[in-house]
């Protein structure tokens, strides 16, 4: 599955630029513009109402334009992907007698299965475009509901972030704000973008990518153990553990960060690891820092936010995952 997104999703990111475009626009108008009038209005947990509106261009690609207009598709990967991060929540105590033993006990018991319900929509609405997808309709279903989750989840989450941070930090605003003003001259009648002009958005990415850096998690990206290991200090790693990596150690270490403007946010490397490494690397982070690109690109033109406390706003601890502030956000129509 990750080799058929690069090669049939991933490659092609310009040619989902302006469907993507028009999917956040239509879902921003949506949920954010049509609830902001003459006056700010507050938005309260923004990671459940970014959820919504990066479902929109994700349902589009995952299963076309047609399906993907009915809002009981989006509601569903909006719901799921909410479902599902209760389970990451958990505490991971019970990891220490066996892996993943509290997931394994809520889902495979029936007690907490997210994808159930979700999986009989995805199906309906499959079903209706390739017969080929129909035969295989369960099997698949199952498949595209992980894959909703991975890309729908981190990208709100690193977009609700962003969002938080740039409404944290207003003196950064005017510039990113101006930055923007030039970007837009390139739009067309409609307001899309080249997909071009993503490239001269390195503010913008620049900013974004420091909000990624400063998530704020403690432990990240699982990683299987193969076989027996035992590190030179004596530590041993048992065949099928799981193993977290300790990624606030690397950025919270001030020698190896340093700020480069030229450095895309999709970029990985050894002091920048959100997205992974190696081969291992997520194949989806061009496509998911182009929607949060895109997304904070049309909110920085058209709004004038700031946090509900007057504040920074951090972020909320679960265990050694981090998640955005549920604090509110104040969000106004600019003047034109």
Same mark, same amino acid.
């Given at each position: ?79 799921? &992907?909410?479902?599902?991060? #209760? *389970? ?8 220490? /007698?066996?892996? =993943? +033993? ?112 400063? &998530?704020?998690?403690?432990? #990240? *990206? ?8 035992? /590190?030179?200090? =004596? +530590? ?101």
């Amino acid at each position: 599955m990750p080799k058929l997104l690069k090669e049939h999703i991933f490659c092609k990111l310009n040619f989902y630029s302006e469907r993507m475009q028009k999917c956040l626009h239509s879902a921003t108008q949506k949920y954010i513009d049509s609830n902001v009038h003459d006056d700010p209005k507050v938005f309260d947990n923004m990671y459940f109402l970014i959820i919504k509106i990066i479902s929109t261009p994700v349902a589009n690609v995952f299963i076309g334009e047609e399906e993907s207009k009915n809002d009981e598709v989006v509601a569903t990967f909006a719901e799921f &992907t909410s479902d599902l991060s #209760a *389970l990451i929540k958990i505490p991971p105590f019970l990891n220490f /007698f066996y892996p =993943g +033993l509290l997931n394994r006990i809520l889902v495979s018991s029936g007690l907490y299965n997210p994808a159930i319900k979700h999986r009989n929509i995805l199906i309906k609405y499959i079903k209706n475009q390739v017969c080929k997808r129909l035969q295989e309709k369960a099997k698949y279903a199952d498949k595209l509901l992980l894959f909703l989750f991975a890309s729908i989840h981190t990208t709100s989450n690193g977009c609700a972030n962003a969002l938080m941070d740039l409404a944290s930090r207003p003196q950064y605003v005017q510039e990113l704000y101006e930055e923007q003003l030039e970007v837009h001259k390139e739009a067309d009648e409609n307001g899309v973008l080249p997909f071009e002009a993503l490239d001269n958005m390195k503010k913008l990415d620049s900013f974004i990518r420091e909000s990624l850096r400063l &998530t704020g998690h403690i432990l #990240a *990206l699982d990683h299987s153990v193969l076989k027996d290991y035992t /590190f030179s200090n =004596g +530590l041993q790693l048992p065949k099928d553990h799981t193993v977290k990596i300790y990624v606030d150690d690397i950025y919270q270490d001030e020698l190896l960060q340093h700020v480069d403007t030229n450095v895309p946010a999709s970029k990985i490397g050894k002091n920048f690891m959100l997205f992974g490494g190696g081969k291992h690397a997520c194949p989806g982070r061009h496509f998911a820092i182009n929607e949060i690109n895109f997304f904070l690109y049309n909110i920085i033109l058209k709004y004038n936010i700031c946090t509900k406390s007057g504040k920074i706003e951090g972020r909320r601890m679960y265990s050694p995952t981090a998640y955005p502030s549920s604090s509110g956000i104040i969000i106004e129509k600019r003047v034109k």
